[in-house]
């Protein structure tokens, strides 16, 4: 179920049965010469929306603006302040959990939204544990690449020039979803740089073409469609383990 397609009263109704929601989240950020700008937030929406179709899961809009201050020397990046976006984590979290949402699970597709995201917990339950009551949801936050599974797959399908930024495994994912709207680009160097990660400027001078460690060009449709299916089966078992939670 989705709750954009979804009208008020069937939400009302869901509620009487399940009371867990899913949130893709992301980052609209540059992936390099030849990955989609909005790869962050694909990958968990591709996920979470094939998921869907396969189990009874409610999925929530995507939040498609993250912490990407980082590659704002790329064209095209939109980046929320770590401070702006746990305001908006919280929001979003007060608004579903007023409802009586009391699981409510951020399915991430972008590594530098993972300590701002932490963060935002921590604010959201301390104004619990100020005011000695008890917090009525719990908040899960877990990468797609981290999911049952994935690690082990994306290892095996790229032994080399995976990277940790415009992965051929994240790019892959939108390839195969997207099919249309595939990219080429010659590699050069073949795979890319790595290093700290900084403020922007120094992020252009480290990572020029914006990839970190990675050959983007290794990722096919193939690739994609098989780690979207690995991912589905993984997102299930991990809801599953989450609503028991
Ligand atoms: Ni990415």
């Not at 939204?113 to 544990?129: L, R």
């Not at 997207?178 to 590699?187: E, G, I, N």
């Not at 050959?215 to 993984?234: H, K, N, Q």
Request: negative net charge.
């Amino acid at each position: 179920m989705l709750l954009a397609f979804s009208t008020w009263p069937e939400i009302d109704a869901r509620l009487k049965s399940s009371r867990t929601v899913i949130i893709p989240i992301g980052s609209n950020e540059q992936h390099g010469p030849m990955g989609l700008l909005g790869t962050d937030w694909l990958c968990p929406e591709i996920i979470a929306h094939a998921a869907e179709k396969e189990g009874d899961l409610l999925i929530a809009p995507t939040f498609n603006i993250g912490m990407a201050q980082h590659h704002l020397g790329f064209s095209g990046t939109i980046s929320l302040r770590p401070s702006t976006f746990m305001a908006a984590i919280s929001d979003w979290v007060n608004s579903l959990a007023r409802h009586g949402f009391d699981r409510i699970y951020f399915l991430n597709g972008h590594g530098g939204n993972v300590a701002t995201i932490e963060a935002a917990f921590s604010e959201i339950y301390s104004d619990y544990s100020y005011s000695a009551e008890a917090c009525p949801f719990i908040l899960k936050l877990r990468n797609w690449w981290d999911l049952p599974g994935i690690a082990r797959l994306c290892a095996r399908i790229y032994p080399t020039g995976h990277g940790t930024h415009a992965t051929p495994s994240e790019i892959a994912v939108t390839f195969a979803a997207y099919p249309d709207r595939v990219k080429s680009h010659l590699m050069e160097p073949q795979i890319a740089p790595s290093g700290p990660i900084r403020d922007a400027l120094d992020y252009r001078a480290r990572f020029p073409d914006g990839r970190i460690g990675s050959d983007s060009s290794l990722a096919t449709v193939e690739d994609g469609r098989a780690i979207i299916a690995a991912s589905v089966t993984g997102l299930i078992e991990d809801i599953a383990k989450f609503d028991a939670d």
